[in-house]
């Protein structure tokens, strides 16, 4: 099954983030215009790298490849450290909580290719497993995507496929939940967990839609002429970050509100994806330009 004009599992991680043509788009609703300034986070021999989560300190995670393999990555005041989980054969790093500790997803040597076990790094270094259901994991694959102040964690579960059987999930201290939505992901949460973002597939509208779980009720939602939607984070005002679609053309967005939003393009770029926004209004995400994949971290201009 097709999403966004490719595969599914693409939107997991860096695999298959190929440019696509530009389209002029102009959305005919309320936009919330702010000044930011666009910085390109390079490592030097990287062929491809993303940033996918970004803390109040300004510390970003994300993954790169360099000589055909996949690492994870933590930026923090202007140095790299390189994250791999001990024996992986890749490593992303997708969040990072505001004491530093680092979730994401690996995979070992002969895991098939839907294949995404999750981890924990603590402050110290140390990686653990994470699981869905531990001690006793009802599901063979799980992706952490963020963790919050208290520990819980949130991302998705799968089996044999990267779509059938996804959905997003929460691992709290009380036990696990996940959500019904066919084909979800969990990546975003406010501190209190009261607000969760993703996206999931619409069966009847063959359409990825991004979706919000606020105090418990599922709304669906799309940003306005898309042929679709996934969000990927939420700050503490709920302003939410993503990526949408205009035929085969993905742009990120800013969602502040029900109904105002603004496009996260990076100049120049024929791509542009936004994963993670912190509470200063920083996003991070990748881009593409001249067939490359690079990360970006958007700043907010002070005035």
Known sequence: MKVFGKSFSSMYGISGLLAVS???????????????????????????????????RGDIVGTYIKGGVQHGFLLSKGKFTDIDFPGAQSTIARGIGPSGVIV???????????????????????????????????????????ILPDGTIIGCRHDHDSMDTMRGITIGKNGTSETDAYGSMSNGATPNGRLIVGFWFNMMMNQTQGYTIDNGVFTSFMVPFSSGTAAWDVNPDGAIVGVYAVGTTLRGFLRKGEDTYITIHYPGSTVTRAFGINAGGDIVGNYVMGGVTRAFVARVVEE
Not at 29 to 52: K, N, S
Not at 124 to 138: I, K, M, S, W
């Open 22 to 56: 530009a389209l002029a788009l102009t959305l005919v609703v309320p936009v919330w215009t702010q000044e930011r300034e666009y910085l390109t986070i390079a490592l030097d021999g990287a062929t491809a790298t993303t940033a996918f989560g970004i803390n109040d």
């Open 104 to 146: 994401g997803s690996y995979r070992l040597a002969g895991d098939p290719g839907v294949a995404a076990r999750g981890f924990l790094r603590t402050r110290n270094g140390e990686f653990v497993n994470v699981r869905y259901g531990d001690p006793n994991p009802q599901h063979q694959w799980e992706i952490a995507q963020r």
